[in-house]
Structures are given as structure tokens and as C-alpha cells.
């Protein structure tokens, strides 16, 4: 079992930044590591991945904005938010998987005002 906790989430200008945490309780080396997030009235989607070995995905919203990395040594995950836009505000979420297992965590809201 792996618990995730998310922090970093708060209130920020657009253009500003932000750093997203997200700290496992559990080795997390095999898991490939992910950001989604959860507007208003909208379905989860999916920001960006991390494999265990370094290889990252993003979405298109976010490339060359959004930068994820991983501390294996900390069981930690990162999500650096660049030229945040209003359109970025959700809740955001760290998700790890591995084969079958796959857990979340409860979740940290960014707010980016206009």
C-alpha cells in the first residue's frame, strides 16, 4: 500500500508559478509517477508522467510549461507549473501505478487568477 500526499497547490497570478510535492509513503522507484488533474463540471485528465527510468509524458497543454521530476532517494514527485493561465486551475492530483497497483492521492487545488 502507498499513500500519496500532494502540496504545493494555492492561489497565484497568471504568468506566476508554482511547485507541486508529492510525497510517497512507500518506495516508489518501479512506479511510473503522474500529475492529473480535475476542473469544475470537467473530467480528470492527465498532465504529465514519469516512468521509473526518467521518461516523461505531457500533456499538449503543458509542454514547455509543466516540468515533472522524481526523487527516488525522497519517494518524491514533482510538478514545476511555469506561465500558469486561468485555464490551469483545478484540483491536481498525484497518481503512481504499477503493474495492477495504482493508487491517488487526495488531491491539492492551484487557482490562477486573471
Known amino acids: 500500500q502507498v499513500q500519496l500526499v500532494e502540496s504545493g497547490g494555492g492561489l497565484v497570478q497568471a504568468g506566476g508559478s508554482l511547485r507541486l510535492s508529492c510525497a510517497a509513503s512507500?518506495?516508489?522507484?518501479?512506479?511510473?509517477m503522474g500529475w492529473y488533474r480535475q476542473a469544475p463540471g470537467k473530467q480528470r485528465e492527465l498532465v504529465a508522467t514519469?516512468?521509473?527510468?526518467?521518461?516523461?509524458n505531457y500533456a499538449d497543454s503543458v509542454k514547455g510549461r509543466f516540468t515533472i521530476s522524481r526523487d527516488n532517494a525522497k519517494n518524491t514527485v514533482y510538478l514545476q507549473m511555469n506561465s500558469l493561465k486561468p485555464e490551469d486551475t483545478a484540483v491536481y492530483y498525484c497518481?503512481?501505478?504499477?503493474?495492477?497497483?495504482?493508487?491517488w492521492g487526495q488531491g491539492t487545488q492551484v487557482t490562477v487568477s486573471s
Open positions: 497518481n503512481a501505478r504499477f503493474g495492477t497497483q495504482l493508487y
Open positions: 512507500g518506495n516508489i522507484f518501479s512506479f511510473v
Open positions: 514519469i516512468s521509473s527510468g526518467g521518461s516523461t
